[in-house]
């Protein structure tokens, strides 16, 4: 997440680069050697089918067992030995993911409206029938992302939802990730991860029903089964390492930016981090206060490496000129801490997320403790793509009914672009209604 020497003469503003990334593309987005062992995965599992889905859960996972899925009953008592407190950080993190989501779905109306006389199109929305959720427990349970895509699938109407999610405890999954899924209204849950989940459930070899979309996030062996799984199945985004950007002033403090950029830092050794801004005081303070925050973290080894080799400073003359570094690199969230907080909603373009205002952190969504999504897209995609919502599991599908006196305004001029184009099957389609009118 670096601005590039096109993007520089595009932006055409004066910009210094106080620090630039050691590292221009990070090493594991598409490793050949990764794209191969997952390509021979995806055939093996195809091929294969649940012996071969057992056979890499044992390897990979190290499942011990026979069968995959997680009990009812294990899956009732998954808070039973989690504090009472993150029980009902859950409970309320999975609440606000719910109910931003049926904010949004009451928003996205049918309707059914005549475009001329006789002809009346309309659209509706429908959900997806079959969807494969996956959720994340390797270095770090991520705990919201079933509040994300279970509970948001919910929302949205989804009959079927299969979750995934690795064995992470002595051949089992994780009882908060359960709890979190549990909670999500998750009623089918196996203990599988990797790309053997994706393909699993791609397949069908869980519940026996192949998924249309699979979902949630994952590391690169996940984002690659994705990306090679992609038209057999829908899918989310193609999301790579986390990111954030942090747009501030003087106004903001230089402690509350550094923390907010190490927070989304620790997520992985290839994590981007960048700060624009107009401030030459923060442009300075701000990499100091980053070491110094550093030395007293405990996953500085991950955050530092991330910061070292992916993280930026950009100086600008104006706020303009950071709006467009900002929609330049187009990061998955995005901070701004800065007067006028209007200003830059109505201006900046290019985001996942946006979070406004110096109370206002990517961790409180990360945590699901604001309502919206964290499955957001990376890699300069927000330039053409939003984040998961409940729109992602609604399919929008148009129709159309035409009367009898309609035929002449359609299949008149429909002749004619038939006839220019030469596809004579089409005119003929249009001319055989005109028949039938004239009698």
């Not at 949630?216 to 984002?223: D, E, F, L, Q, R």
């Not at 467009?324 to 187009?330: E, Q, T, V």
Request: charged share 25%; net charge negative.
């Amino acid at each position: 997440m670096h601005l590039s020497e096109a993007d520089i003469r595009r932006i055409g503003s004066p910009i210094r680069a106080v620090k630039e990334a050691a590292t221009a593309e990070t090493p594991d987005r598409r490793d050949p050697a990764l794209v191969a062992r997952v390509s021979e995965m995806l055939s093996a599992i195809e091929s294969g089918g649940v012996d071969a889905v057992l056979r890499y859960a044992r390897e990979l996972d190290g499942f011990a067992g026979d069968d995959l899925e997680v009990g009812a009953a294990e899956l009732a008592r998954s808070g039973d030995e989690l504090p009472a407190d993150l029980r009902a950080a859950l409970d309320a993190g999975a609440e606000r993911t719910r109910r931003f989501a049926e904010m949004q779905r009451a928003r996205l109306h049918d309707f059914e409206e005549e475009v001329l006389p006789g002809v009346v199109c309309g659209q509706r929305f429908v959900p997806v029938e079959n969807v494969g959720a996956y959720l994340p427990a390797g270095r770090f349970p991520l705990l919201a992302s079933a509040f994300m895509t279970v509970g948001v699938a919910g929302v949205a109407g989804v009959p079927n939802i299969v979750a995934a999610t690795p064995p992470s405890r002595a051949g089992r999954p994780h009882p908060a990730v359960l709890y979190a899924a549990q909670v999500s209204g998750a009623e089918s849950v196996y203990a599988v991860g990797g790309v053997q989940a994706l393909a699993a459930m791609a397949f069908g070899l869980l519940d026996g029903t192949p998924s249309d979309m699979v979902v949630g996030a994952g590391n690169a062996y996940v984002a690659e089964a994705k990306r090679q799984l992609y038209g057999r199945v829908g899918i989310d985004v193609l999301a790579g390492p986390s990111e954030v950007a942090v747009i501030a002033d003087d106004t903001a403090d230089a402690a509350v930016v550094a923390a907010d950029l190490l927070a989304q830092a620790e997520h992985g050794p290839t994590s981007p981090a960048s700060l624009a801004t107009t401030s030459e005081r923060l442009a300075e303070e701000v990499p100091r206060e980053i070491e110094r925050q550093l030395a007293g973290l405990a996953t500085a080894e991950i955050a530092g490496a991330a910061w070292r080799d992916h993280g930026t400073v950009y100086l600008a003359e104006d706020r303009e000129t950071v709006a467009r570094i900002m929609d330049a690199l187009a990061p998955e969230h995005l901070e701004v801490i800065a007067d006028d907080l209007d200003w830059w909603l109505d201006r900046l373009r290019n985001y996942g997320s946006l979070f406004l205002g110096p109370w206002s952190t990517v961790v409180y969504a990360d945590k699901g403790m604001s309502g919206t999504n964290h499955v957001l897209p990376t890699a300069r995609g927000a330039r053409y793509s939003g984040g998961l919502s409940v729109a992602g599991f609604l399919k929008q599908l148009t129709y159309q009914r035409a009367s009898r006196d309609a035929t002449l305004a359609q299949a008149e001029p429909t002749v004619t672009v038939s006839d220019f184009e030469q596809l004579v099957g089409h005119r003929d389609s249009a001319r055989l209604r005109l028949s039938a009118l004239r009698g």
